[in-house]
């Protein structure tokens, strides 16, 4: 669980703390960009599908089932593609705060970061089934 889940949130926890140490000393706020995770939480998504499964298909080639890999890798991209389009439809329609000229925090912000989040878990679960959460 945690190479699925738990490295990449605190990858993302930790990348922000580096935004914010690297912003100007002259912004005292803490901006909402920094709080903007939902679109690289679906590129990491991305990417743990496309290791997980040269992983087991070179690595691991003659214990694994390749059609069942292949169908869960497959399920997987589809179900990231799915939820990336319908949060970029989401950010571009509603996401951005046109009168203020920053991210809605809901639309924006908070509903991405937690999609984000619900779909690196579900990728975990379709990849490795036997994953007890």
Not at 33 to 48: A, E, M, Q, R, S
Not at 86 to 106: C, F, Q, T, V
Request: net charge positive; charged share 20%; proline share 3%.
């Amino acid at each position: 669980m945690a190479k699925y889940f738990i490295v990449p949130i605190l990858s993302t926890l930790i990348g922000t703390l580096f935004k914010y140490s690297c912003m100007n000393d002259e912004i005292s706020e803490i901006k909402r960009d920094l709080f903007y995770w939902g679109p690289n939480l679906i590129v990491t998504t991305f990417l743990i599908i496309c290791v997980e499964y040269y992983s087991k298909i070179i690595i691991l080639a003659k214990a694994v089932d390749k059609q069942t890999l292949s169908n869960n890798c497959i399920n997987s991209i589809l179900l990231s593609l799915a939820i990336a389009y319908i949060i970029n439809m989401l950010i571009r329609k509603k996401g951005w705060n046109k009168e203020e000229k920053r991210w809605h925090l809901w639309y924006g912000i908070i509903i991405p970061d937690v999609v984000g989040m619900i779909l690196l878990l579900f990728v975990m679960l379709i990849l490795n089934p036997d994953v007890k959460v």
